[in-house]
Structures are given as C-alpha cells and as structure tokens.
C-alpha cells in the first residue's frame, strides 16, 4: 500500500499539471509565437495560388477556378482543434455580410467526411465545406502551411494571388482588416 502512494500522487500531480499547461496554451490573451504566421508564409505571399480539386460534402467535384475573381479565404481546419471551432461563427458571419461583395470562405477539413458533415450541420455553415483528410494536408503545405498548425488560413485577392497567410485562430475582426482592402481592388 505504501508503494501505491507515491505512485498516485505523481499521477493527480503530473494531471493537474498537463491540465495547467492547457489551460495556459487556450489563454486568449497571449500570443504563444508571435513569429509562425510570419515564418509559414514567407514564401507563398505574392504566389498564384496553387490549383485544387476536391469533393465537396455532396460528393460533387469542384475546382478552385470556380471563385476567381472572388476574394477568397482558404481555411484548414479539423473537427477535433478547438481554436478552429472557435473560429467558424465568425467566418459563417462574415460570409453572410460580405458575399454580395465577392468573398468566399472555403473550408478544407483534415478530417473524415461523416465527422465534418455531422459538424457542419450542427453548426450551421454556410460556406463550400471539403473532407479532405491527408490530401489536405499535403494541399495546405503548398498553401504556406510549413509546420502543419491547424488552424491554417490563407488570403487570396480576386487576381488570385495570396496576400497573407495565418497560424492560429482569426477573430471576426482580424478577417475583416484583411478582407476589407481586398474586396475594394
């Protein structure tokens, strides 16, 4: 018995401190590495955005070339990241208001097609959703997306050249500073 003690108390100890260190990685209010977005995109900001064709959750295919002359945002998200669930409202609100002008989120999940159907629906988005899972993956590393970080999003203009990308969760805010001047060209 006295064996299982010390065993027990660095399992409640090593717990409750996995449990801190997550508490202080979902802190809104600090920018654990300010320096990633900047380092992922160094090399695709300016670039043709590259080609894709994917099915949507309706099993039909769509290529990319069908929102040129939009301005776009690319997103890649998974159903289990938390920061990218956090995201979606905002990027479902912005849709609604800017559409009109031209803008179109396109989501790209890294997940299965039944996990990201069911949290689309729940969700209410109204905006091309893709299952992508690792073609995905490989399809956001040519984006910029280096390091792999979820969430991955990606700023096209109408010439479809990609004016700047970000790692990490965007608030409504942030998506409209980069869409505004964009939906103005």
């Known amino acids: 018995m006295k064996k299982i003690i010390p065993f027990i108390l660095v399992i409640i100890i090593a717990g409750g401190a996995g449990f801190g260190f997550q508490r202080y990685l979902q802190n809104e209010k600090r920018e654990l590495a300010p320096v990633i977005p900047k380092a992922v995109s160094y090399d695709v900001?300016?670039?043709q955005r590259p080609a894709f064709e994917l099915e949507d959750l309706d099993g039909t295919l769509r290529n990319v070339d069908e929102w040129n002359g939009k301005v776009l945002l690319v997103n890649f998200w998974a159903t289990w990241c938390p920061p990218c669930k956090k995201e979606m409202p905002a990027f479902i609100e912005l849709h609604d208001l800017y559409q009109s002008q031209g803008f179109?989120?396109?989501?790209?999940?890294?997940?299965?097609?039944?996990s990201v159907q069911d949290f689309v629906d729940?969700?209410?988005?109204?905006?091309?959703?893709?299952a992508s899972e690792y073609a995905?993956?490989?399809?956001?590393?040519?984006?910029?997306?280096?390091?792999?970080?979820?969430?991955?999003?990606?700023?096209?203009?109408r010439d479809g050249i990609i004016k700047?990308?970000?790692?990490?969760?965007?608030?409504?805010?942030?998506v409209e500073q980069m869409i505004q001047p964009l939906l103005e060209q």
Not at 122 to 130: D, E, H, I, R, W
């Open 45 to 47: 900001i300016g670039t």
């Open 104 to 114: 179109e989120v396109i989501g790209i999940a890294l997940d299965d097609k039944e």
């Open 122 to 130: 729940t969700l209410g988005v109204n905006y091309p959703v893709f």
């Open 136 to 157: 995905g993956l490989e399809l956001s590393r040519l984006y910029g997306n280096r390091i792999g970080a979820l969430p991955f999003s990606v700023f096209v203009g």
């Open 164 to 174: 700047s990308t970000k790692a990490g969760e965007l608030t409504k805010l942030q």
